[in-house]
């Protein structure tokens, strides 16, 4: 079965700094891996994916990640952080194109 | 385009009472809708895939006679629970499944609250 980790449950940053968000996957065959930000009682939002091609994934509001094989990473950044960032960021991966698997989610604090 | 919304987005209910929530696809057709379950600073745990004409499949450890599935058509699910009691009281997510850019993509409801008193 497919998984992912993600590393860090709380992460801060300052207003403008790097933000990086770490996933990793396990998974015996190639994923498709997808990062997703939650807003305080709300539904989930769709940052980016990676299902084929390019390994080097943009997606809104300035975030990015790349899926990296060997070290079967996922990580998410921005480079500059802005107080709108601050939510629940969750990792999450499909093998089947059908379930999700969802991380524990890390929490992202801006400070200003 | 690809808008699911949920209704109600909170409820508060009395134990022993049956809550409905309805999940909706505003501007597509969904055969398949997923139902998940989030308890505070936790992640998202699924408890049923949803397809329209047939019966949910549940997930190992939900109940499916508490709670009741029914997709009875391709732009609505509803998820019931049946005599609800505190330990119900969550935040439940829906989501709808429509083929994308070659993948299926899940879109997202914006959640029901259920509190159980």
């Known amino acids: 079965a497919q998984s992912v980790t993600q590393l860090g449950s709380h992460v801060s940053v300052s207003e403008g700094a790097l933000v990086l968000l770490r996933c990793n996957y396990s998974?015996?065959?190639?994923?498709?891996l997808f990062w997703y930000v939650q807003y305080p009682n709300q539904g989930l939002q769709l940052l980016l994916k990676?299902?084929?091609?390019?390994?080097l994934v943009k997606g809104i509001n300035g975030f990015e990640a790349e899926f990296k094989k060997s070290e079967t990473s996922f990580h998410l950044t921005k480079p500059s952080a802005h107080m709108s960032d601050a939510a629940e960021y969750f990792c999450?991966?499909?093998?089947?194109?059908?379930?999700?698997?969802f991380g524990a989610g890390t929490t992202v604090t801006v400070r200003a | 385009g690809a808008v699911v919304s949920q209704h109600p987005s909170w409820v508060i209910c009395k134990s022993g009472t049956s809550v409905k929530i309805e999940c909706r696809s505003l501007?597509?057709?969904?055969?398949?809708m997923f139902w998940y379950r989030q308890f505070p600073k936790q992640s998202l745990m699924l408890m049923a895939t949803?397809?329209?004409?047939?019966?949910?499949?549940?997930e190992q450890g939900v109940e499916k006679d508490k709670f009741l599935i029914n997709h009875a058509s391709l732009t609505l699910s509803t998820l019931t629970v049946t005599s609800a009691h505190p330990e119900d009281s969550s935040f439940y997510i829906c989501?709808?499944?429509?083929?994308?850019?070659?993948?299926?993509?899940?879109?997202f409801g914006p959640g029901t609250r259920l509190t159980v008193l």
């Open positions: 501007d597509f057709q969904a055969t398949t």
């Open positions: 999450a991966v499909t093998l089947n194109d059908y379930k999700l698997s």
């Open positions: 989501s709808a499944r429509v083929y994308l850019d070659s993948y299926n993509e899940q879109f």
């Open positions: 998974s015996s065959v190639p994923p498709y």
């Open positions: 990676y299902t084929t091609g390019a390994t």
């Open positions: 949803s397809n329209e004409g047939s019966k949910a499949t549940y």
